[in-house]
């Protein structure tokens, strides 16, 4: 079935850094655009960053403009997000998403409502 599996998620102090994975099986990922959310207790799921299935084209939100960086790996079936320089505000769980047969090649999707599949997340506890 098709299944996303994040990991890489757990405790840093503020000003540290994170690498997250989300490896895709079940889909042809080579043509799925990826994202990635976050959600904090009490808070609604955010948008974080996209990247399009070929990789030439990402997005981010203004919060984590310039400190996190996604990428992927076709050949691994693997999204990364490298976060840095990291801040309590970016406590959260983690998820990351797949929209599947996407044709253009440079097309970034920032709604949660864009994506089908969706990991289980994991935690990312940034201390002050």
């Known amino acids: 079935q098709v299944q996303l599996v994040e990991s890489g998620g757990g405790l840093v102090q503020a000003g540290g850094s994170l690498r997250l994975s989300c490896a895709a099986s079940?889909?042809?990922?080579?043509?799925?655009?990826m994202g990635w959310f976050r959600q904090a207790p009490g808070k609604e799921r955010e948008f974080v960053g996209g990247?399009?299935?070929?990789?030439?084209?990402?997005n981010y939100a203004d919060s984590v403009m310039g400190r996190f960086t996604i990428s992927r790996d076709n050949a691994k079936n693997t999204v990364y997000l490298q976060m840095n320089s990291l801040k309590p505000e970016d406590t959260a769980v983690y998820y990351c998403?797949?929209?599947?047969?996407?044709?253009?090649?440079?097309?970034?999707?920032?709604?949660?409502?864009?994506?089908?599949?969706w990991g289980q997340g994991t935690q990312v506890t940034v201390s002050s």
């Open positions: 079940g889909l042809t990922f080579s043509n799925a655009a």
């Open positions: 998403a797949a929209r599947p047969s996407v044709y253009d090649s440079l097309r970034v999707y920032s709604r949660p409502q864009s994506y089908g599949v």
């Open positions: 990247i399009s299935w070929s990789g030439g084209a990402t």
